[in-house]
């Protein structure tokens, strides 16, 4: 089936099968920032947005994206690297393995909610999974980075 979407701000064709995924066609369109992980829905390494929501792309159909919007971190350039600085500064970046992924959902919870709390936002980010840092670090950057966002 062929199927027509936004890829980061640019019209895209592409075909897809009835069950292919959406973490593997944005893969195959250059997207490397989406990683297949634990293929369960369970880890959040696959993050996308569909129409500016985030969604699991290991368990979205290909299909689904026809006619609609989806960015990966590659269409968050500037974001994700004013986010990364929080980040790295508080030592959550660890092997980056888990980033992009957690980075797109970071980014949809400043859009999302204002103001959110510590257990808001740890119970927002609960579904991204990291071996390395402990979430002490990320969370840190979170709040420091959500604080910087109130300022301006």
Partial sequence: MNIEFRLN??????????DDLLLDLVRSLGCCS??????TANCGLCTVWLDGKPVLSCSTLAVRANGRHVTTLEGL????EEFGMFLAAEG?????????????????????LKNPDEETIKE???????????????????????ESKQEV
């Fill in 92 to 112: 959550g970046e660890q092997c980056g393995f888990c980033s992009p992924g957690f980075i797109m959902n970071v980014l949809a919870m400043e859009r999302e």
């Fill in 124 to 146: 927002y980010l609960a579904g991204n999974l990291c071996r390395c840092s402990g979430y002490m670090s990320q969370l840190r950057a979170v709040k420091k980075y959500l």
């Fill in 77 to 80: 350039q500037k974001e994700a």
């Fill in 34 to 39: 989406v990683k297949r992980g634990c293929e």
């Fill in 9 to 18: 701000g640019k019209n895209v064709q592409a075909e897809a099968e009835p």
